[in-house]
């Protein structure tokens, strides 16, 4: 029995490592995966010209290298990753190259192309990024194939013309001159939208976090750690998060330090006026940020300074100015974390400091962080109700630039003591747990389109509002109907796990 079960063993290590089930562009392949579907994507790539080293099924170094290359070429982010966007253009490349090329003339339509070339109408339009329908005579079309010219029906011997007749006198089927073994460049794919998670660990051993992230999977581009904590005097108080980065460094993921100054209970207005005040501190502070960014091997650096008082808008924005101008040179990105408003008041103790025209010349991108309208310390309501939500988009789209503005949503809730400022935050797994446990009935709020319920807990009553996959997809319309570059969720770990499907049907 010992020696049937190390044959069934060897077996199955064996088949482990030769090939895997998994079909061509179902998963994400990176560096250290293996697989029929690699052996794939290298032959593909192979035939392309971007030499992967050969097709083992193995991707190694090489195949890598030819990936990045192929991205470069075809403009998407040169990370490495065979992700779906990837996979997308390598096929629309493949197809391209081993088609053959079809001149329009009069009559045609794309579905009796579609019939002579054994294509269909939606394949067509794909491989040649149609926007409709339309066709004119001397269009020149790429169609899927072995590079075989398609020939359509002779016309009739009085010259009438018929659909899809032959090439007019003059015109040729081949209207690329010279090689046309080369790779051809094709239209840059539409860019998809930015999801940003916020990553937090609030005690040695907190996994949510990163048990999120590897669940959220491919919906997530780049994870932002609460790991970079300023004092008055620009000094860096910093720790690892390992799982993290070696999370990232298996998928490519890219990772930027925040920056904060919370203390305590709160962020704290006074380190933030002596390090906003001061050149000097500034200086300190942005020196010390590029060390930490460079000896972590961060893409970059989030600001997430709060309760700057209003007095120091100026000094924020030259910060922010300096920042940028330190980080970009090294290759290093810029994002911030701002109090979310829907009109500039200067004079507010929160916001006012937040001059969110001038920021945006600086950041790469901006989250303004469109939770909390309703939190402990007020009445209960909405932490994020989808009218406020979109007042804030739309004021930030039309002063920062909607092309660098990642929406900030809320992924967790608050239980308030009912009639009063009273509560506390919880997670939505936390509150689906107390709604079971209480057998209370959670109710829709049609107006700002959230969840909440009410429950009794040792004789008093309490409310509870959250955010779920509901009350993402309202949320994920204003996105797209002030077409921002994406969103920012705080925070990972917290979350309705439901939330990522949505995310990934909505957003890639």
Do not use: C
Request: hydrophobic share 40%; proline share 6%; glycine share 10%.
């Amino acid at each position: 029995m010992r020696g049937i079960g190390l044959a069934v063993l060897l077996l199955l290590v064996l088949a482990g490592t030769t090939v895997l089930a998994a079909p061509y562009g179902s998963r994400t392949l990176y560096r250290g995966t293996f697989g029929g579907d690699v052996v794939e994507l290298q032959r593909r790539l192979d035939v392309l010209g971007f030499s992967p080293g050969g097709s083992d099924g193995i991707f190694g170094l090489q195949t890598r290298e030819a990936v990045v290359r192929f991205q470069q070429e075809y403009g998407l982010v040169p990370d490495g990753l065979a992700d779906k966007w990837t996979f997308r253009a390598v096929d629309r490349a493949y197809t391209w190259k081993n088609g053959a090329f079809y001149t329009v003339v009069t009559g045609d339509t794309l579905w009796s192309i579609g019939l002579r070339a054994n294509a269909t109408v939606e394949k067509i339009s794909w491989l040649n990024q149609l926007q409709d329908d339309m066709l004119f005579p001397g269009q020149v079309l790429r169609l899927p194939g072995t590079g075989i010219a398609v020939e359509p029906p002779a016309p009739p011997a009085d010259g009438t013309p018929v659909p899809g007749g032959t090439t007019p006198p003059g015109e040729t089927t081949s209207p690329v001159p010279g090689d046309e073994s080369k790779p051809v460049p094709l239209p840059t794919p539409a860019p998809r939208y930015t999801v940003l998670g916020y990553y937090a660990e609030d005690w040695w051993g907190d996994t949510r976090s990163l048990d999120s992230l590897k669940t959220a999977g491919e919906a997530v581009d780049l994870a932002v750690n609460f790991q970079l904590h300023v004092d008055a005097l620009g000094n860096i108080d910093t720790r690892d998060y390992n799982g993290l980065m070696a999370e990232a460094t298996t998928r490519g993921l890219k990772v930027q330090g925040l920056v904060h100054n919370f203390s305590g209970s709160g962020f704290d207005a006074d380190v933030a006026r002596q390090v906003l005040g001061s050149p000097a501190v500034r200086a300190t502070t942005i020196t010390n940020l590029l060390a930490v960014a460079k000896a972590k091997g961060l893409s970059g650096i989030n600001v997430d300074i709060e309760n700057v008082p209003p007095d120091q808008r100026q000094n924020y924005t030259a910060f922010v100015k300096e920042l940028s101008e330190a980080l970009k040179p090294q290759g290093l990105s810029l994002t911030l974390s701002i109090p979310a408003k829907t009109w500039d008041d200067t004079k507010s103790a929160w916001s006012g400091a937040f001059d969110y025209k001038a920021l945006g010349q600086y950041a790469d991108h901006i989250v303004p962080m469109a939770y909390d309208e309703n939190l402990p310390g007020y009445f209960a309501g909405p932490v994020a109700s989808v009218g406020w939500v979109e007042k804030v988009a739309a004021y930030a789209s039309s002063t920062i630039g909607k092309e660098k503005v990642l929406l900030g949503i809320a992924a967790y809730g608050y239980d308030w003591k009912k009639g009063t400022i009273s509560g506390n935050g919880l997670s939505v797994p936390q509150a689906m747990s107390l709604a079971a446990r209480y057998g209370a009935t959670v109710q829709w709020d049609a107006v700002a389109k959230v969840p909440f319920f009410e429950y009794t807990r040792d004789g008093v009553q309490r409310i509870v509002y959250y955010e779920n996959a509901q009350s993402l997809g309202p949320k994920l319309d204003i996105v797209k109907k002030y077409d921002l570059a994406g969103i920012a969720i705080w925070r990972l770990g917290l979350e309705d796990p439901a939330i990522w499907p949505v995310i990934e049907d909505q957003l890639r």
